[in-house]
């Protein structure tokens, strides 16, 4: 069956362009995540959904980072005015459900280089 | 603050022996543990997972042990198979509702050598 699909998978943006990166969960997992990896280091939380609500935002570096998922189903990750710290693999997650016995299963990641 | 260490970045071990990657942590909220692999150009997959109430867990070639008391834990891979060449990361959560994220080490890079 398909997995978690991202989109584009690589993406190279001029410091200060806003880019917008996708992310399609399996089809009826109702959590979804997005973390980024920099290079040599793991994956780190950036934000979380339930459904088409965003209930946990906590890892997201400023305010020029924006995720949405407006109809609980493909969620979109914006960062706007990018700076070269941004530039990392941007890996996107979905579980069936919440709660502990519900395995994230990752997309492959869309890298993002910021020249 | 790295919260889930992993101060082995790379790890080589002949096939057929046993593969141990270790893992520390140092937050004491966190009381369920996975371990996580990684082929080049895709995402991590799960691997294996411990609920803090354990010592231990098999699964197959892979048995993860925990030592709550040290915030230690390791995986072990009995025999090992060029197969398991990979990154592997470790991860911890907090299990109370609604705390959802992973927090994931910096990875170790394990070889397997013919």
């Keep these: 069956g398909a997995g978690v699909s991202q989109s584009p998978r690589y993406k190279v943006a001029k410091r200060g362009q806003d880019v917008a990166l996708r992310c399609d969960p399996i089809s009826g997992h109702v959590s979804l995540f997005w973390y980024q990896q920099a290079l040599g280091q793991g994956p780190e939380f950036l934000t979380y959904f339930q459904n088409e609500a965003q209930l946990d935002k906590s890892g997201l570096p400023s305010d020029r980072f924006f995720a949405e998922r407006p109809e609980g189903s493909v969620s979109t990750l914006k960062i706007q005015r990018t700076q070269q710290e941004d530039s990392a693999v941007y890996l996107c997650a979905s579980a069936l459900d919440r709660g502990l016995h519900y395995e994230q299963y990752f997309g492959p990641g869309t890298r993002l280089t910021v020249t | ?114």
């Excluded at chain 2, 057929?16 to 895709?42: H, Q, V």
């Excluded at chain 2, 892979?62 to 197969?83: C, D, E, M, W, Y």
């Excluded at chain 2, 990154?87 to 705390?99: K, T």
């Design chain 2, 1 to 114: 603050d790295q919260q889930v260490k992993q101060n082995s970045p790379s790890l080589s071990v002949q096939e057929g022996r046993i593969s141990i990657l270790n893992c520390d942590y140092t937050n004491s909220m966190f009381d369920y543990f996975l371990w996580y692999k990684k082929y080049p150009a895709e995402g991590p997959t799960f691997l294996i997972s411990i609920s803090s109430i354990k010592d231990k867990n098999e699964d197959g070639r892979f048995t993860v042990f925990l030592n709550k008391s040290a915030k230690h834990r390791s995986l072990h891979i009995v025999p090992s198979q060029p197969g398991d060449s990979a990154v592997y990361f470790c991860a911890a959560r907090i299990s109370n509702f609604g705390n959802e994220k992973l927090t994931f080490g910096t990875g170790t890079r394990l070889t397997i050598i013919p």
